[in-house]
């Protein structure tokens, strides 16, 4: 059944990875908007960035730009993504702009419209968090969340902290504590989704959209492939893969309470027995999976190359 989605993203190379598998999935995703925030850079750069991909892409999409900060702490930018947020790829200036209101308005306005939405999280939470706080009578609107963020046992920006809960933890508080159903892709089940750099690689070549996907995950990849790993977690895809192929996951029911400071221990994600979020936990082929997403890849550039 094709679910009504709006994407939350800070693009961000595995963002716009994520995005690109929901473009070729229209059977399966209304996709209403995205909007950004403030994660990975700044948010002017990560909606730039945004909306440069879309323009290579030649998808007009609405795109609502969020807030610049995270709730309590400072913006903290990470250098994982280069400086501009999506180095790597060579892209086009934007023809499209953002929609004149803000991401949590354009939430509001969605949620008005539309019996249920699903709100796929790619970042910090800080758009999500406060739309909650400030329409809490749409709450019931929003029939799941859907993130990537937290761990069970690693970090990626302090050793049990991953980067988007680490960002603003205090946005995150109240997206677990909302009553909202929320799935969570943590560092492990993003590291058994990994993808294989020779699969990278292989993207080179193939076409114009393959180019753009190769750009982005050669660059995204570097970190580990200077480091001797022969593959990369893609973390933004999980969620989307999930939604789209549930079977090829375990899940768990437990309890996750977010912890909002200390120097080792900002943004960690407490995961016990309980009932507050479904944990993806186990992925079961790691071959489909992958191969799934070269076909999401197939699909758009079988339909930009038809449409010229
Ligand atoms: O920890 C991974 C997350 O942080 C991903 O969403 C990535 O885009 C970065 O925002
Ligand atoms: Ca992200």
New binding site residues.
């Given amino acids: 059944m094709i679910k009504n989605v709006i994407v939350d ?7 716009i990875m994520a995005i690109m598998s929901i473009l070729a999935h229209r059977e399966a995703f209304n996709l209403l908007g995205l909007t950004t925030v403030n ?2 850079n700044l948010v002017d750069r990560v909606t730039d960035n945004l909306l440069k991909v879309l323009t290579y892409l030649d998808v007009d999409l609405k795109v609502a730009k969020g807030y610049d900060k995270p709730l309590v702490y400072d913006a903290d930018p ?1 250098i ?2 280069g400086e501009s947020g999506l180095d790597g790829p060579v892209l086009p200036a934007s023809k499209f702009s953002v929609v004149d209101m803000h991401a949590i308005e354009f939430m509001k306005q969605m949620a008005q419209t539309h019996d249920k939405i699903t709100i796929i999280a ?3 939470l800080t758009n999500v968090a406060l739309f909650l706080k400030t329409y809490p009578e749409l709450k019931e609107k929003i029939e799941c969340i859907t993130l ?2 937290g761990s069970r046992s690693s970090g ?2 302090l050793k049990r902290s ?3 809960i680490y ?1 603003d933890p205090h946005a995150a508080d109240i997206v677990f504590k909302s009553n909202i159903p929320v799935i969570m892709s943590d ?1 492990e089940i ?1 590291l058994e989704c990994s993808t294989d750099h020779e699969m990278i690689d292989g993207l080179k070549g193939k076409g114009y959209v393959h180019e753009l996907a190769y750009a982005i995950l050669e660059f995204f990849s570097q970190y580990n492939r200077k480091r001797n790993k022969d593959s990369s977690p893609v ?2 895809l999980v969620p989307v893969m999930q939604m789209l192929h549930p079977e090829l996951f375990t899940y768990k029911k437990c309890q996750v309470d977010i912890e909002l400071e200390g120097v080792h221990t900002r943004g960690m994600t407490v995961v016990s027995e309980g009932e507050n979020c479904l944990l993806v936990e186990h992925l079961n082929d790691r071959t489909l999976y992958n191969q799934y997403f070269m076909e999401d890849l197939s699909i758009l550039e079988e339909r930009y190359s038809s449409s010229r």
Avoid: K, R, V
């Fill in positions: 993203c800070d693009p961000g190379h595995d963002d994660g990975n990470q994982a993504h790619l970042a910090p990537m963020g990626n920006i991953e980067f988007n960002a560092i993003c973390f933004d």
